[in-house]
Protein backbone atom coordinates (compact mmCIF):
# COMPACT_ATOMS: atom_id res chain seq x y z
CA UNK A 1 0.00 0.00 0.00
CA UNK A 2 1.58 3.18 -1.43
CA UNK A 3 1.53 6.63 1.56
CA UNK A 4 0.27 9.29 -0.48
CA UNK A 5 -0.04 12.81 0.06
CA UNK A 6 -2.12 15.56 -1.76
CA UNK A 7 -1.27 19.56 -1.49
CA UNK A 8 -3.58 21.18 -2.70
CA UNK A 9 -7.03 18.46 -2.70
CA UNK A 10 -9.22 21.11 -3.14
CA UNK A 11 -8.49 22.46 -6.52
CA UNK A 12 -9.25 21.06 -9.76
CA UNK A 13 -6.29 19.31 -9.68
CA UNK A 14 -6.35 17.82 -6.55
CA UNK A 15 -9.86 16.98 -7.11
CA UNK A 16 -8.56 14.49 -10.03
CA UNK A 17 -6.06 12.57 -8.09
CA UNK A 18 -8.75 11.90 -5.34
CA UNK A 19 -11.07 10.43 -8.14
CA UNK A 20 -8.30 8.05 -9.28
CA UNK A 21 -7.15 7.03 -5.76
CA UNK A 22 -11.01 6.64 -4.98
CA UNK A 23 -10.81 4.09 -7.48
CA UNK A 24 -8.18 1.88 -5.87
CA UNK A 25 -8.91 2.11 -2.53
CA UNK A 26 -6.77 -1.03 -1.38
CA UNK A 27 -3.72 0.54 -3.07
CA UNK A 28 -3.45 3.53 -0.95
CA UNK A 29 -3.23 4.72 3.02
CA UNK A 30 -3.58 8.69 2.34
CA UNK A 31 -1.45 10.78 4.77
CA UNK A 32 -2.42 14.27 4.47
CA UNK A 33 -4.78 16.59 2.88
CA UNK A 34 -4.43 20.49 2.40
CA UNK A 35 -6.54 23.32 1.03
CA UNK A 36 -7.11 26.68 1.85
CA UNK A 37 -10.94 27.81 1.80
CA UNK A 38 -13.29 25.03 0.86
CA UNK A 39 -13.14 23.72 4.14
CA UNK A 40 -16.27 21.47 3.42
CA UNK A 41 -14.70 19.67 0.62
CA UNK A 42 -11.50 19.13 1.96
CA UNK A 43 -13.13 17.56 5.36
CA UNK A 44 -15.43 15.93 3.69
CA UNK A 45 -12.35 14.05 1.55
CA UNK A 46 -10.06 13.28 4.46
CA UNK A 47 -12.89 11.62 6.40
CA UNK A 48 -13.53 9.64 3.01
CA UNK A 49 -9.90 8.65 2.56
CA UNK A 50 -9.53 8.28 6.35
CA UNK A 51 -6.42 10.75 5.90
CA UNK A 52 -4.25 11.42 8.76
CA UNK A 53 -4.59 14.78 8.96
CA UNK A 54 -6.26 17.67 6.88
CA UNK A 55 -4.76 20.85 6.64
CA UNK A 56 -5.97 24.43 5.86
CA UNK A 57 -3.90 27.58 4.88
CA UNK A 58 -6.11 29.76 6.50
CA UNK A 59 -5.65 29.90 10.53
CA UNK A 60 -8.78 31.74 10.78
CA UNK A 61 -10.61 28.42 9.52
CA UNK A 62 -8.83 25.94 11.49
CA UNK A 63 -12.21 25.89 14.01
CA UNK A 64 -14.61 25.28 11.42
CA UNK A 65 -12.30 22.14 10.08
CA UNK A 66 -11.98 20.94 13.61
CA UNK A 67 -15.59 21.02 13.70
CA UNK A 68 -16.36 19.13 10.58
CA UNK A 69 -13.63 16.38 11.20
CA UNK A 70 -15.23 16.20 15.03
CA UNK A 71 -15.49 12.46 15.86
CA UNK A 72 -13.83 11.28 12.42
CA UNK A 73 -10.15 10.64 13.72
CA UNK A 74 -8.60 13.08 11.40
CA UNK A 75 -6.36 15.16 12.79
CA UNK A 76 -7.14 19.15 11.61
CA UNK A 77 -3.97 22.04 11.43
CA UNK A 78 -3.84 25.25 10.19
CA UNK A 79 -1.25 27.72 8.48
CA UNK A 80 2.11 27.58 6.87
CA UNK A 81 4.04 25.36 9.48
CA UNK A 82 1.29 23.15 9.57
CA UNK A 83 1.60 22.89 5.78
CA UNK A 84 5.31 21.78 6.00
CA UNK A 85 4.49 19.46 9.13
CA UNK A 86 2.54 17.54 6.66
CA UNK A 87 5.13 18.00 3.95
CA UNK A 88 7.29 16.06 6.58
CA UNK A 89 5.42 13.18 7.23
CA UNK A 90 6.79 9.92 5.74
CA UNK A 91 4.92 9.08 2.38
CA UNK A 92 5.63 7.51 -1.06
CA UNK A 93 3.92 10.29 -3.27
CA UNK A 94 2.87 13.70 -2.85
CA UNK A 95 0.77 15.28 -4.80
CA UNK A 96 1.91 19.34 -5.23
CA UNK A 97 -1.01 21.05 -6.95
CA UNK A 98 -1.08 24.09 -4.75
CA UNK A 99 -1.46 27.26 -6.79
CA UNK A 100 1.32 29.95 -6.45
CA UNK A 101 4.49 30.39 -5.68
CA UNK A 102 3.02 29.07 -1.67
CA UNK A 103 3.25 25.51 -3.18
CA UNK A 104 7.44 26.10 -3.52
CA UNK A 105 8.10 24.91 0.69
CA UNK A 106 6.11 22.75 1.18
CA UNK A 107 7.06 20.86 -1.86
CA UNK A 108 10.84 21.61 -1.03
CA UNK A 109 9.96 19.81 2.63
CA UNK A 110 8.37 16.73 0.71
CA UNK A 111 11.66 16.29 -1.44
CA UNK A 112 13.90 16.41 2.00
CA UNK A 113 11.59 13.14 2.83
CA UNK A 114 13.13 10.69 -0.04
CA UNK A 115 9.46 10.89 -1.70
CA UNK A 116 8.38 11.09 -5.43
CA UNK A 117 7.01 14.50 -6.00
CA UNK A 118 4.19 14.73 -8.81
CA UNK A 119 4.49 18.16 -9.51
CA UNK A 120 1.87 20.31 -10.59
CA UNK A 121 2.96 23.50 -8.78
CA UNK A 122 4.09 25.23 -12.19
CA UNK A 123 5.30 27.97 -9.76
CA UNK A 124 7.98 25.58 -7.58
CA UNK A 125 9.98 25.66 -11.12
CA UNK A 126 9.34 29.46 -12.30
CA UNK A 127 10.83 30.75 -9.05
CA UNK A 128 13.53 27.95 -8.26
CA UNK A 129 14.05 25.83 -10.40
CA UNK A 130 17.48 25.46 -9.94
CA UNK A 131 17.01 25.08 -6.48
CA UNK A 132 14.35 22.45 -6.32
CA UNK A 133 16.14 20.08 -9.23
CA UNK A 134 18.90 20.17 -6.80
CA UNK A 135 16.83 19.67 -3.71
CA UNK A 136 15.64 16.67 -5.43
CA UNK A 137 19.03 15.06 -6.60
CA UNK A 138 20.38 15.59 -3.28
CA UNK A 139 17.64 13.36 -1.73
CA UNK A 140 17.54 10.77 -4.38
CA UNK A 141 14.08 11.72 -5.41
CA UNK A 142 11.86 11.80 -8.32
CA UNK A 143 10.29 14.72 -9.55
CA UNK A 144 7.35 13.79 -12.26
CA UNK A 145 5.61 16.28 -14.36
CA UNK A 146 1.63 16.67 -13.77
CA UNK A 147 1.05 19.61 -16.37
CA UNK A 148 -0.13 17.58 -19.06
CA UNK A 149 2.80 19.18 -21.96
CA UNK A 150 5.45 18.49 -19.73
CA UNK A 151 3.73 15.15 -18.94
CA UNK A 152 3.92 14.63 -22.81
CA UNK A 153 7.18 15.53 -23.43
CA UNK A 154 8.34 13.55 -20.24
CA UNK A 155 6.74 10.47 -21.90
CA UNK A 156 8.07 11.09 -25.31
CA UNK A 157 11.28 11.03 -24.01
CA UNK A 158 11.68 7.85 -22.29
CA UNK A 159 14.24 5.49 -23.59
CA UNK A 160 15.54 8.41 -25.54
CA UNK A 161 18.92 10.62 -24.72
CA UNK A 162 17.94 14.44 -24.13
CA UNK A 163 20.83 15.31 -26.16
CA UNK A 164 19.36 14.29 -29.64
CA UNK A 165 16.50 16.58 -28.60
CA UNK A 166 16.34 19.36 -31.09
CA UNK A 167 13.12 20.91 -29.65
CA UNK A 168 10.12 21.00 -27.42
CA UNK A 169 7.20 21.93 -28.78
CA UNK A 170 4.50 23.12 -26.15
CA UNK A 171 0.67 23.18 -27.28
CA UNK A 172 -1.62 25.78 -26.07
CA UNK A 173 -5.30 26.26 -27.07
CA UNK A 174 -5.35 29.71 -27.17
CA UNK A 175 -7.30 30.15 -24.32
CA UNK A 176 -11.30 31.86 -24.16
CA UNK A 177 -9.78 34.69 -26.72
CA UNK A 178 -7.87 33.57 -29.40
CA UNK A 179 -10.07 34.55 -32.02
CA UNK A 180 -11.50 37.72 -30.30
CA UNK A 181 -10.54 41.29 -31.79
CA UNK A 182 -7.41 42.16 -30.27
CA UNK A 183 -9.08 46.24 -29.99
CA UNK A 184 -11.81 44.38 -27.87
CA UNK A 185 -9.60 42.33 -25.00
CA UNK A 186 -9.27 45.81 -22.85
CA UNK A 187 -12.89 45.07 -21.81
CA UNK A 188 -13.01 41.78 -21.51
CA UNK A 189 -14.70 41.22 -18.30
CA UNK A 190 -13.86 38.79 -15.35
CA UNK A 191 -16.72 36.16 -16.00
CA UNK A 192 -15.99 35.94 -19.65
CA UNK A 193 -12.10 35.42 -19.00
CA UNK A 194 -12.75 32.24 -16.71
CA UNK A 195 -14.73 30.30 -19.06
CA UNK A 196 -11.91 28.05 -21.31
CA UNK A 197 -13.12 26.64 -24.34
CA UNK A 198 -11.71 23.16 -23.85
CA UNK A 199 -10.13 22.34 -20.19
CA UNK A 200 -12.56 22.19 -16.81
CA UNK A 201 -9.62 23.76 -14.05
CA UNK A 202 -9.87 26.85 -11.73
CA UNK A 203 -10.80 30.37 -12.16
CA UNK A 204 -6.78 31.57 -11.99
CA UNK A 205 -5.70 28.76 -14.35
CA UNK A 206 -8.16 29.61 -16.62
CA UNK A 207 -7.63 33.51 -16.98
CA UNK A 208 -4.01 32.57 -17.26
CA UNK A 209 -4.49 30.52 -20.12
CA UNK A 210 -6.64 33.27 -21.71
CA UNK A 211 -3.98 35.30 -21.38
CA UNK A 212 -1.20 33.22 -22.04
CA UNK A 213 0.57 33.73 -18.82
CA UNK A 214 -0.16 29.95 -18.00
CA UNK A 215 1.60 28.96 -21.48
CA UNK A 216 4.18 31.32 -20.24
CA UNK A 217 5.20 29.57 -16.91
CA UNK A 218 5.30 26.42 -18.92
CA UNK A 219 7.92 27.46 -21.44
CA UNK A 220 10.03 28.14 -18.38
CA UNK A 221 9.07 25.02 -16.84
CA UNK A 222 9.79 23.68 -20.04
CA UNK A 223 13.73 24.80 -19.30
CA UNK A 224 14.10 24.11 -15.73
CA UNK A 225 12.87 20.71 -15.92
CA UNK A 226 14.65 19.13 -19.25
CA UNK A 227 17.81 21.30 -18.82
CA UNK A 228 17.19 22.55 -22.41
CA UNK A 229 18.10 25.62 -23.97
CA UNK A 230 15.58 28.69 -24.38
CA UNK A 231 15.97 28.35 -28.26
CA UNK A 232 15.15 24.71 -28.37
CA UNK A 233 11.72 25.37 -26.74
CA UNK A 234 8.53 26.36 -28.96
CA UNK A 235 5.02 26.88 -28.96
CA UNK A 236 2.07 26.67 -30.80
CA UNK A 237 -1.65 27.06 -30.92
CA UNK A 238 -3.63 23.81 -31.18
CA UNK A 239 -7.35 24.72 -30.50
CA UNK A 240 -8.15 21.44 -29.86
CA UNK A 241 -6.10 20.98 -27.37
CA UNK A 242 -5.34 17.63 -28.06
CA UNK A 243 -1.99 17.12 -28.90
CA UNK A 244 -0.42 17.81 -25.73
CA UNK A 245 3.45 18.48 -26.88
CA UNK A 246 5.58 17.26 -29.63
CA UNK A 247 9.44 16.06 -29.01
CA UNK A 248 11.64 16.49 -32.28
CA UNK A 249 14.92 14.88 -32.39
CA UNK A 250 17.93 15.72 -34.49
CA UNK A 251 16.97 12.83 -37.26
CA UNK A 252 13.70 15.48 -38.30
CA UNK A 253 11.18 13.49 -35.76
CA UNK A 254 8.41 14.65 -34.37
CA UNK A 255 6.99 12.61 -31.80
CA UNK A 256 4.06 14.05 -30.49
CA UNK A 257 1.49 12.99 -27.30
CA UNK A 258 -2.05 13.02 -28.29
CA UNK A 259 -5.13 12.14 -25.95
CA UNK A 260 -8.24 13.74 -24.80
CA UNK A 261 -7.87 16.99 -22.58
CA UNK A 262 -8.24 15.58 -19.04
CA UNK A 263 -6.06 16.25 -16.30
CA UNK A 264 -6.50 12.55 -14.90
CA UNK A 265 -4.46 11.20 -17.84
CA UNK A 266 -1.15 12.86 -16.72
CA UNK A 267 -2.08 12.72 -13.06
CA UNK A 268 -2.71 8.72 -13.64
CA UNK A 269 0.70 8.60 -15.29
CA UNK A 270 2.60 10.21 -11.79
CA UNK A 271 0.48 8.37 -9.90
CA UNK A 272 1.18 4.78 -11.67
CA UNK A 273 4.64 5.21 -12.91
CA UNK A 274 6.89 3.57 -14.09
CA UNK A 275 3.85 1.62 -15.16
CA UNK A 276 0.61 1.98 -16.91
CA UNK A 277 -2.88 1.46 -15.71
CA UNK A 278 -6.19 1.39 -17.67
CA UNK A 279 -7.64 5.22 -16.91
CA UNK A 280 -11.38 6.43 -16.63
CA UNK A 281 -10.43 8.65 -19.99
CA UNK A 282 -12.24 9.03 -23.22
CA UNK A 283 -10.63 6.98 -26.08
CA UNK A 284 -10.37 9.28 -28.87
CA UNK A 285 -11.63 8.75 -32.53
CA UNK A 286 -9.75 10.20 -34.53
CA UNK A 287 -11.97 9.51 -37.71
CA UNK A 288 -14.76 11.37 -35.93
CA UNK A 289 -12.21 14.27 -35.00
CA UNK A 290 -10.69 14.80 -38.76
CA UNK A 291 -7.85 17.47 -38.17
CA UNK A 292 -6.12 18.74 -35.76
CA UNK A 293 -4.82 22.63 -36.44
CA UNK A 294 -2.56 24.70 -35.70
CA UNK A 295 -1.15 28.48 -35.78
CA UNK A 296 1.51 30.71 -34.72
CA UNK A 297 1.01 32.61 -31.72
CA UNK A 298 0.47 36.05 -31.90
CA UNK A 299 2.76 37.99 -29.25
CA UNK A 300 0.23 40.83 -29.73
CA UNK A 301 -2.30 38.98 -28.32
CA UNK A 302 -0.32 37.47 -26.05
CA UNK A 303 2.41 39.53 -24.93
CA UNK A 304 3.04 37.25 -22.09
CA UNK A 305 5.52 35.07 -24.22
CA UNK A 306 7.46 37.41 -25.16
CA UNK A 307 7.92 38.37 -21.31
CA UNK A 308 8.68 34.41 -20.52
CA UNK A 309 11.86 34.61 -23.08
CA UNK A 310 13.25 37.47 -21.36
CA UNK A 311 12.65 35.86 -18.15
CA UNK A 312 14.71 32.25 -19.51
CA UNK A 313 17.14 34.72 -20.87
CA UNK A 314 17.83 36.56 -18.03
CA UNK A 315 17.57 33.66 -14.79
CA UNK A 316 18.77 34.24 -11.37
CA UNK A 317 15.48 35.60 -10.00
CA UNK A 318 14.00 36.98 -12.70
CA UNK A 319 11.22 33.63 -12.92
CA UNK A 320 10.53 34.73 -9.03
CA UNK A 321 9.56 38.45 -10.00
CA UNK A 322 7.44 37.60 -13.47
CA UNK A 323 5.60 34.96 -10.88
CA UNK A 324 4.93 37.46 -8.03
CA UNK A 325 4.20 39.95 -10.45
CA UNK A 326 1.80 37.55 -12.50
CA UNK A 327 0.26 36.55 -9.54
CA UNK A 328 -0.42 40.15 -7.91
CA UNK A 329 -1.47 41.28 -11.54
CA UNK A 330 -4.02 38.70 -11.68
CA UNK A 331 -5.75 39.68 -8.13
CA UNK A 332 -5.82 43.12 -9.18
CA UNK A 333 -7.74 42.02 -12.61
CA UNK A 334 -10.05 39.42 -10.57
CA UNK A 335 -10.86 42.53 -8.18
CA UNK A 336 -11.68 44.90 -10.71
CA UNK A 337 -8.90 47.47 -10.43
CA UNK A 338 -7.20 46.74 -13.51
CA UNK A 339 -7.65 45.63 -17.09
CA UNK A 340 -7.28 42.28 -18.63
CA UNK A 341 -4.30 43.81 -20.75
CA UNK A 342 -2.93 45.78 -18.44
CA UNK A 343 -1.63 42.82 -16.69
CA UNK A 344 1.05 42.04 -18.77
CA UNK A 345 1.83 45.63 -19.18
CA UNK A 346 2.16 45.69 -15.51
CA UNK A 347 4.33 42.36 -15.63
CA UNK A 348 6.86 43.81 -18.25
CA UNK A 349 6.99 47.21 -16.01
CA UNK A 350 7.83 45.28 -12.82
CA UNK A 351 10.44 42.64 -14.63
CA UNK A 352 11.93 46.04 -16.20
CA UNK A 353 12.64 47.79 -12.61
CA UNK A 354 13.39 44.47 -11.25
CA UNK A 355 16.37 43.85 -14.07
CA UNK A 356 17.91 47.21 -13.13
CA UNK A 357 18.87 46.14 -9.36
CA UNK A 358 22.04 44.84 -8.98
CA UNK A 359 22.69 41.10 -8.40
CA UNK A 360 18.66 39.82 -9.66
CA UNK A 361 20.23 37.80 -12.42
CA UNK A 362 23.24 36.29 -10.56
CA UNK A 363 21.64 35.89 -7.19
CA UNK A 364 21.91 32.43 -4.99
CA UNK A 365 18.29 30.98 -5.46
CA UNK A 366 17.06 30.36 -1.67
CA UNK A 367 13.60 29.92 -0.12
CA UNK A 368 14.81 33.60 1.09
CA UNK A 369 15.83 34.82 -1.48
CA UNK A 370 12.68 33.66 -3.84
CA UNK A 371 10.02 35.00 -0.72
CA UNK A 372 11.91 38.76 -0.73
CA UNK A 373 12.10 38.96 -4.75
CA UNK A 374 8.51 37.92 -4.22
CA UNK A 375 7.61 40.54 -1.92
CA UNK A 376 9.60 43.05 -3.94
CA UNK A 377 7.76 42.59 -7.49
CA UNK A 378 4.46 42.03 -5.58
CA UNK A 379 4.34 45.70 -3.74
CA UNK A 380 5.81 47.43 -7.23
CA UNK A 381 2.79 45.68 -9.14
CA UNK A 382 0.16 47.38 -6.78
CA UNK A 383 2.50 50.22 -7.05
CA UNK A 384 2.60 50.34 -10.82
CA UNK A 385 -1.06 49.31 -11.30
CA UNK A 386 -2.50 52.31 -9.22
CA UNK A 387 -0.24 54.71 -10.53
CA UNK A 388 -1.69 54.10 -14.38
CA UNK A 389 -5.55 53.92 -12.97
CA UNK A 390 -4.78 57.46 -10.69
Known sequence: MRRVSIFGATGSIGQNTIDLIRRAPDDYDVVALTGATNIEQLARDAINLRADVAVTSDENRLPALRDALAGSGVQAAAGEAALIEAAA?????????????????PGMEALKQGTTLALANKESLVTAGPLLMAEAKRHGCTILPVDSEHSAVFQGLIGEDIKTVERIIITASGGAFRDTPIEDLANVTVEQASCHPNWNMGQRITIDSASMFNKA??????????????????TIVHPESM????????DGALMAHVGPPDMRHAIGFALHYPDR???????LDLAKIGQFNFRAPDTARYPALDIAARVMAEGGLTGAVFNAAKEQALDEFIGGRCGFIDMAQAVNRVVD??????????????????????????????????????
Not at 89 to 105: F, N, T
Not at 243 to 250: C, P, Q, R, S, W
Not at 277 to 283: A, D, F, G, S, Y
Not at 366 to 373: G, R
Open 89 to 105: RPADWVMSAIVGAAGLA
Open 243 to 250: IHALVGFY
Open 353 to 390: VMLTREGLQNATITLDSVHDADAMARALTVEHIAKTKG
Open 217 to 234: MELIETKEFFGVSPDQIE
Open 277 to 283: RKLPVER
